[in-house]
Nanobody
């Protein structure tokens, strides 16, 4: 059974930073594609960043230059470092996993709240 457990959210002042972690179990993590999505109240879930099994990242335009996604295959963990946070970054952040880079199957964590105060 695939499980994703996020941590690292919280209340942050504008301009601050946050580092989110997602620990994956029950999956061959080294060949999985992973990512972070977010959903603000009243809005659709949107991509923040993705990383391939080879470690190649991809970012939403809204976070380019402020976000870094990384993975540690030895720890079955994917990270999201967000800097220069803005109030509009406030959302529930969800970890996402796909069995392979080309799979359409998605696994989701329960999410972690990030609130950015102005």
């Amino acid at each position: 059974q695939v499980q994703l457990v996020e941590s690292g959210g919280g209340l942050v002042q504008a301009g601050g930073s946050v580092r989110l972690s997602c620990v994956v179990s029950g999956s061959a993590f080294s060949i999985n594609a992973a990512g972070w999505y977010r959903q603000a109240p009243g809005k659709q879930r949107e991509l923040v960043a993705r990383i391939t099994s080879a470690g190649d990242p991809n970012y939403a335009d809204s976070v380019k230059g402020r976000a870094t996604i990384s993975r540690d295959n030895a720890k079955n963990t994917v990270y999201l470092q967000m800097n220069s946070l803005k109030p509009e970054d406030t959302a529930v952040y969800y970890c996402n996993l796909r069995p392979t880079d080309y799979s359409h199957l998605n696994y989701w964590g329960l999410g972690t709240q990030v609130t950015v105060s102005s």
